[in-house]
């Protein structure tokens, strides 16, 4: 069965610092998906990153990078030089292997509440 | 181009009541999952409709239903409410089966139970 693990139910940090939100996942595919999802106050999820199995280079996107370690089973996302705007609740979710004709879920970790304060 | 829609925004219902919830995917988007997730939690797979079938469903029981029109616009139907279905639902729409092609949600609806 696949799971995520999101260990880190709650992050406070001041404005400017940078923050490593982790996730750990488990799952028997040998192809499968990684994601991270935003969830501000509004409610709406926004979509950060797609990671797939097969590739574990690291992102960095503005200030904020993911690092994919097969190894440990972890796709851990960094917020550098965080903002009051980055509160929010983060989502680490994962995606089986498609099969054809089936569909395929995502599963997410518990989420991670960012508070960034001045 | 328009979001992923969804409506109402908010409802509220009492036990043994039925609901209906409704969304409209991104234009050219043919996959539609629902999602619930209760306070505190992460989203729990519900139903995945693609062209029009049912192509996934998670652990839920009978009193869930779903189905997707022509249009690819999708329903969620809810019978015998429980004080436990109180929850955001989140619908998503992606251009293929999900977990190949990115997911985009909706801003959900909110259900209370009473």
């Known amino acids: 069965a696949q799971k995520v693990t999101q260990a880190q139910t709650e992050i406070s940090v001041v404005e400017k610092e940078d923050v490593t939100l982790d996730c750990v996942y488990e799952?028997?595919?040998?192809?499968?998906?990684l994601f991270w999802y935003k969830q501000p106050p509004s409610g709406e999820l926004v979509f950060l990153i797609r990671r797939n199995s097969f590739d574990e280079q690291n992102e960095i996107s503005g200030r904020y990078s993911w690092n994919f370690q097969k190894s440990t089973s972890s796709f851990n996302f960094t917020i550098t030089a965080s903002q009051v705007v980055d509160s929010a609740v983060y989502f680490c979710a994962l995606s089986d292997q498609l099969m054809v004709g089936t569909a395929s879920k995502l599963t997410f970790g518990t989420g991670t509440r960012l508070q960034v304060t001045l | 181009d328009a979001g992923v829609t969804q409506s109402p925004t908010h409802l509220i219902k009492t036990r043994g009541q039925h609901v209906t919830l409704r969304c409209s995917p991104i234009s050219g988007h043919k996959s539609v999952s629902w999602y619930q997730q209760v306070l505190g939690q992460g989203p729990q797979f519900i139903f995945q409709y693609y062209e029009k079938e049912e192509r996934g469903r998670g652990n839920f029981p009978d009193r869930f239903s779903a189905r997707q029109f022509p249009n690819y616009s999708s329903e969620l139907n809810v019978n015998a409410l429980l004080l436990g279905d109180s929850a955001l639902y989140l619908c998503?729409?992606?251009?293929?089966?999900?977990?190949?092609?990115?997911?985009?949600f909706g801003p959900g609806t909110r259900l209370t139970v009473l």
């Open positions: 998503a729409s992606s251009l293929g089966l999900a977990g190949v092609t990115e997911q985009f």
């Open positions: 799952t028997r595919d040998t192809t499968y998906y």
